[in-house]
């Protein structure tokens, strides 16, 4: 199983990036998959997941400015981050495993993409 990310880069406040994270070796339709954040110095968060009936959640403070989604037929895992703030920097890291358990408990992991937001 592997996970790839994509999509990180550099923005100023209030713009936009999409995260991609291509999924290998599963069906990830039949997986919650999410997506988690870390900055230096602070814990991992999560930040939303989707699982096998499309069902998601949010990070109270990424809601209404986050869309978490995935296409089936490729594989792939998205998250559309709008409105960015200097607090979204972090690495962000593309998870998943059979079914929405707590984050440290997530099967697969993949490498991470960097998020960058200047104010």
């Known amino acids: 199983v592997q996970l790839v990310e994509s999509g990180g880069g550099s923005v100023q406040a209030g713009g936009s990036l999409r995260l991609s994270c291509t999924a290998s070796?599963?069906?990830?339709?039949?997986?919650?998959m999410g997506w988690f954040r870390q900055a230096p110095g602070k814990e991992r968060e999560r930040v939303a997941t989707i699982d096998s009936d499309g069902g998601t959640t949010y990070a109270y403070s990424v809601k209404g400015r986050f869309t978490i989604s995935k296409d089936n037929a490729k594989n792939t895992l998205y998250l559309q981050m709008n409105s960015l703030k200097s607090d979204d920097t972090a690495m962000y890291y593309c998870?998943?495993?059979?079914?929405?358990?707590?984050?440290?408990?997530?099967?697969?992991w993949g490498q991470g993409t960097q998020v960058t937001v200047s104010s």
């Open positions: 998870a998943a495993d059979r079914w929405c358990v707590a984050t440290p408990y997530f099967s697969y």
């Open positions: 070796g599963y069906s990830g339709s039949s997986y919650c």
